[in-house]
């Protein structure tokens, strides 16, 4: 076995993080594999911790840490060596603050948090980290009701909808794809599952009643373009951007001989099958059915500005 | 195991200097009552006790400061009235090294344990260490078997260097990187990173790199190797990494042109800043009942064929006439293929 050679830095910082750990395990105890998860280490160099730990002693009381690994498990003996846990660091407060920020949790569960856990000095802030927001302002009460499975309505406007409608749902889960995030629930009125961008979730209100079982679902931004049954045929022409491949409605591609493709796009919404055809500006053709194309020319008509 | 932080020792003074700290955490915090300086640096089986008394007290306070770089609070207590020769008593400051048990709820912990579960879902973040010790010790803080579960799903990093990388741009150190550019091509650099943004599923990471003297934007996934930073290193207080945030019509040939789109005001504001990566200069125009979005396009057709895909949600050219011209010239396109 290879001698674990770890630094001073890398002792501290694992011993401090062992003796939390074990301190508030049930028993004051853990499995090896799982200590060695915890601090990312190995077998060999979790004993080098173990040991420099089990050397801890105070000459002015007598006390000594007792700390063992036997029978694959690491455990603190006594209460010399027990520590209470630490407020999160710094750098702990900082990916925090970046998570709380992007997720849009409220302001007062935010301030709880910091004052309870937060790193004792300097704010809770993330100053250099950033993405696009797309969790919308709703993501910790649909998480909540997904978790305690509680039916809600929420207000939503669609993309072929003017203004926000008010939906009774069960949500189901939170999903990522193509960079977008969703919650997919169950739309009580529809009877049908539904996809539905977080970012344009207006408002969620629990109801009194829990979610209802809906036997299987669809899991996937393209299974539930496919079961809603809108679908188009379109040609891509040679050299034109091939990342409009990747939508998630996109299938049975067939590239040509002269370099353009041909593929079916499975979609939810005529305007935003219209919009992209249009934002090709003529690098893709919609091929059928024949009636979309003629609404095609009457929508780009109506859309000049 | 965290990345490696401090110069190579020789094994004896390594396991020396870490067991000296560890055991100075060890008697403050078992001690009930503050102990006095003597007492420490007196302490051969602590690590000090040296014939130098001089040398221990300058360990002492070494190893004080590093155990604060672990959030562990040292503190002096010069009790009222004492005399200037009197010397220190020492203790942990409970406070703020210690989190305030109970004044976590459990609905918080819940709440908190959920967004962390959210980001620990995603392949695209720079901090996937830091992430999994903050659940970890949710369960310490909360006594919560859920909290303490493994953490499911893949466990890899969103690059080999980025654990790496995320301590660099944490600890504000320089770090050298290995990047492969988009053509094959690999150089080595020392970068200060002063920014990290996420977008379609990639890690970038913007700094200062010395081989070009400018600030330089780099993929992740293109970073194969990062060694272990060294040198400080501050980030002008003008940087704003939000600046980075890429839209599709933002490399051009020739000047910038600032263009203006409008969108229908009963859009969710959540929904307009996802869509403007808050970029650029939003107003909201009551009198017309609108959202105002003016931006600097490098392409001004590439704007306008962004601004086409999102018609959907009401956006529209507003000026100047050269981004109203490329609207109404991506539409004559499309129809004219269609007509």
Request: hydrophobic share 40%; glycine share 6%.
């Amino acid at each position: 076995m290879a001698k674990p050679h770890l630094t001073a830095e890398q002792t501290v910082a694992s011993g401090i993080r062992l003796l939390e750990a074990l301190s508030a395990a049930p028993g004051q105890t853990l499995a090896v594999g799982g200590a060695c998860e915890l601090l990312a280490c190995t077998n060999a160099e979790l004993e080098q911790i173990v040991d420099t730990l089990s050397k801890l002693s105070s000459r002015s009381s007598g006390a000594r840490a007792a700390i063992t690994i036997a029978d694959g498990r690491v455990t603190l003996h006594g209460d010399a060596a027990l520590i209470m846990p630490r407020r999160f660091s710094l750098e702990e407060g900082m990916v925090l603050a970046h998570i709380l920020d992007v997720l849009d949790l409220d302001d007062e569960t935010r301030e709880r948090i910091r004052a309870a856990v937060g790193p004792a000095q300097g704010a809770m802030s993330a100053p250099g980290i950033v993405e696009p927001a797309r969790y919308g302002s709703c993501f910790a009460r649909l998480s909540e009701a997904i978790e305690d499975g509680i039916r809600c309505t929420m207000t939503y406007r669609s993309l072929t909808e003017g203004a926000a409608r008010t939906r009774t749902i069960d949500p189901l889960e939170i999903q990522e794809e193509h960079g977008e995030v969703y919650l997919v629930a169950w739309d009580i009125e529809k009877d049908a599952e539904r996809r539905y961008r977080l970012d344009r979730v207006g408002e969620v209100t629990f109801t009194e009643e829990s979610v209802e079982h809906h036997g299987a679902l669809s899991h996937s931004a393209s299974e539930s373009l496919r079961a809603q049954g809108l679908v188009a045929r379109l040609v891509l022409r040679p050299g034109a951007r091939t990342f409009l491949l990747d939508w998630a409605g996109a299938a049975d591609i067939e590239p040509h001989e002269d370099g353009s493709m041909a593929f079916s796009l499975y979609y939810s919404s005529e305007s935003w099958l219209f919009d992209q055809v249009l934002a090709a500006a003529g690098e893709l053709e919609l091929i059928e059915p024949a009636e979309l194309r003629e609404r095609l020319v009457d929508y780009g008509a109506n859309l000049r500005a | 195991m965290e990345p490696d932080r401090t110069d190579e020792m020789e094994e004896p003074e390594l396991n020396e200097t870490a067991l000296r700290i560890l055991n100075l955490l060890f008697i403050l915090n078992s001690s009930s009552v503050p102990l006095t300086t003597e007492e420490i640096v007196s302490d051969s089986d602590v690590g000090y006790g040296s014939p130098n008394r001089a040398s221990d007290l300058k360990k002492f306070k070494r190893d004080r400061e590093k155990l604060a770089e672990r959030g562990i609070n040292v503190k002096e207590i010069r009790p009222a009235g004492a005399a200037q020769t009197e010397e220190s008593l020492w203790t942990i400051d409970r406070s703020s090294t210690y989190a305030a048990l109970g004044a976590i709820s459990r609905d918080d912990a819940d709440a908190l344990l959920r967004a962390v579960d959210e980001c620990l879902s995603r392949q695209d973040i720079p901090f996937r260490r830091a992430l999994v010790d903050i659940r970890q010790r949710l369960a310490a803080m909360t006594s919560s078997a859920e909290a303490g579960d493994a953490v499911a799903g893949e466990q890899t990093t969103a690059s080999p260097a980025a654990d790496t990388l995320w301590s660099a741009f944490a600890l504000h150190r320089r770090v050298r990187i290995a990047y492969v550019d988009a053509r094959g091509l690999e150089t080595q650099r020392v970068l200060a990173i002063w920014g990290i943004f996420m977008q379609h599923g990639h890690i970038y990471y913007v700094g200062l790199d010395d081989q070009s003297g400018q600030v330089r934007t780099f993929r992740g996934d293109r970073i194969t190797r990062a060694w272990r930073p060294t040198g400080s290193y501050t980030v002008p207080a003008r940087f704003n990494v939000r600046d980075y945030l890429f839209l599709p019509f933002d490399i051009g040939s020739g000047m910038a042109t600032k263009v203006t789109f409008s969108l229908p005001i009963e859009i969710e504001a959540t929904e307009v800043r996802a869509l403007t990566k808050e970029r650029g200069e939003l107003v909201r125009d009551e009198q017309k009942k609108r959202w105002l979005w003016t931006i600097k396009a490098g392409d001004v057709d590439a704007a306008a064929r962004f601004g086409l895909a999102h018609a959907q949600s009401g956006m529209r050219p507003v000026s100047p006439a050269k981004i109203v011209n490329a609207w109404n010239a991506c539409i004559d396109k499309a129809v004219t293929l269609h007509g």
